[in-house]
């Protein structure tokens, strides 16, 4: 699958930004999709990740209560709603996707063989 991911902008500390991540003819409803991010001079690190129903969701403990993923199959999307934000969530966000017969979530960057192209996200303080 092909994956674009988008909704990246600057935003204020405290403010909320939604990305989504969509993918153009293969649908999402047989793959897992996480959302990873990486900062100026950091490795990339997990961020959320669904399963490919929907019933699964997994946090990082850093955006745990903040961020919410969300998808809806028959769109072929998948957000990711972000609240409170503050400087250290500034990050070229990665959505990534890998099919799937279980019902699981993947939260190692390792586990994912589509990636998008990032979208990038800054908080300003």
């Known amino acids: 699958v092909q994956l674009q991911a988008s909704g990246g902008g600057l935003v204020q500390a405290g403010g909320s930004l939604r990305l989504s991540c969509t993918t153009s003819?293969?649908?999402?409803?047989?793959?897992?999709v996480g959302w990873f991010r990486r900062a100026p001079g950091k490795e990339r690190e997990f961020v959320a990740a669904?399963?490919?129903?929907?019933?699964?969701?997994y946090y990082a403990q850093s955006v745990r209560g903040r961020f919410t993923i969300s998808r809806d199959n028959a769109k072929n999307t998948v957000d990711l709603a972000m609240n409170g934000l503050n400087p250290e969530d500034t990050a070229v966000y990665y959505c990534a996707a890998r099919s799937t017969v279980t019902g699981v979530y993947y939260d190692h960057s390792s586990d994912y063989n589509n990636w998008g192209q990032g979208t990038q996200v800054t908080v300003s303080s």
């Open positions: 669904i399963s490919r129903a929907g019933s699964r969701r």
């Open positions: 003819g293969r649908t999402f409803s047989d793959h897992a």
